[in-house]
């Protein structure tokens, strides 16, 4: 190519990186430092043990959301189901082999690394869907036999999960699964038939099923008060912090909730409590509008997208997102039992980092390969015109 046609190639490297949405980065940057400004003082103003480890990790996770975003779009197409595979294989193999820690077994150690596959499930359930209804002939759609195989592929493993136990992903990985089928044109007397089975079924599993912590856990939201000491200490600690906070915060470094540790886990799942104690509602509307950023960067992507692929996949991650920031939100002000679902970017935590930015690789390679065809032999969901 003459150097004079540099970067005038759609398809080039050069091509690509200018197609990438910047802006994105932005946010995401911000919100990161946002998440490294808490964790800084939630060690009492040591960079150790979390915010230099935070700040750190996000540039690597930076350098990966952007070598996900230039692979062709066609390549994860192509290893959505068999990425699914891996990820079911992995969940059942913590099942068999897995390490049980702080009374859970979540986690599966190969060789040196410890891993926590679901973390991995949260993102090919939906690069398996988004390729399924690709696949799927449009005429079909009305039909929900062909929504079956769907909602099992979400159903099996949230149940392996919920099983370790894991009550927090499992859920996320049911309720994204339960948008991706809607998103795909299921008729709504269906949605209704699902609500109402998924009603009579949550009964069935808090009497029969459920472990006790956890049955304690819902009992614990619905009444706080009845062991505030103990199930309900969580919830009750974080409502002082949040109601001590009020509209401008206390001060950074200055909550007594969290610097005199009274708030448990405030780096990770209890950060944005902290958040609110210290900079008030003002600062956790800040949060909020970051994360609303995020949300609807993945929203247009998913509407620009030419490919149906591209739609599910780009919809799906901005659906999980949405799931992770409302049920956290919800949790520390007592409006959701405690399941422990951290708030991305926020909360330190390696696992939750690596899945959440190369989920947002996958949306901006739906944003650098909009226009791309795929499936052309598969269907007629090839192309939206």
Not at 14 to 23: P, T
Not at 92 to 99: K, N, Q, R, S
Not at 214 to 243: C, H, M, V, W
Request: hydrophobic residues 50%; proline residues 4%.
């Amino acid at each position: 190519m003459p150097f004079s046609n540099f970067g005038q190639d759609n398809n080039s490297l050069f091509g690509k990186i200018k197609r990438l949405e910047w802006g994105l980065v932005l946010l995401l940057t911000l919100l990161t430092c946002y998440g490294t400004v808490l964790l800084y003082g939630a060690a009492e103003g040591n960079w150790q043990p979390w915010a230099l480890d935070h700040i750190t990790r996000f540039a690597a996770m930076l350098c990966l959301m952007v070598i996900v975003a230039l692979i062709d779009i066609r390549f994860w197409y192509y290893v959505a189901y068999p990425a699914y595979a891996i990820s079911l294989l992995l969940i059942i193999g913590v099942d068999l082999f897995g390490e049980i820690s702080m009374g859970a077994q979540r986690w599966l150690r190969l060789g040196p690394v410890r891993l926590q596959p679901s973390e991995f499930m949260k993102i090919t359930i939906i690069l398996a869907l988004a390729r399924y209804y690709q696949d799927l002939n449009v005429r079909n759609i009305a039909a929900i036999k062909h929504h079956i195989i769907p909602i099992l592929l979400a159903l099996f493993p949230a149940a392996m999960i919920m099983k370790q136990p894991d009550l927090g992903t499992g859920t996320v990985i049911a309720l994204v699964g339960a948008v991706l089928v809607l998103l795909a044109g299921v008729s709504w007397r269906w949605v209704a038939a699902a609500m109402g089975s998924a009603i009579i079924g949550g009964f069935v599993g808090f009497t029969y099923f459920m472990h006790d912590f956890q049955r304690k856990r819902i009992l614990t939201f619905l009444n706080p008060e009845r062991d505030p000491l103990g199930e309900g200490y969580q919830i009750t600690q974080s409502k002082i912090a949040i109601g001590s906070g009020g509209v401008f915060g206390v001060g950074y470094m200055r909550g007594t909730q969290s610097q005199l540790d009274f708030l448990p886990e405030r780096h990770t799942d209890f950060v944005f409590a902290m958040l609110l104690e210290e900079f008030g509602m003002i600062g956790g509307l800040l949060a909020l509008g970051l994360y609303l950023g995020v949300i609807g960067f993945g929203i247009f992507v998913a509407i620009s997208s030419r490919n149906y692929f591209g739609k599910l996949l780009a919809a799906g991650i901005s659906v999980l997102i949405f799931i992770y920031v409302s049920i956290n939100a919800a949790m520390i002000m007592g409006l959701m039992p405690v399941v422990g679902m951290p708030m991305p970017l926020l909360s330190y935590g390696g696992s939750v980092m690596l899945s959440i930015m190369f989920a947002i690789g996958l949306v901006q390679n739906v944003k650098v390969h909009r226009n791309k065809t795929i499936g052309t032999n598969f269907g007629s969901r090839q192309n939206v015109k």
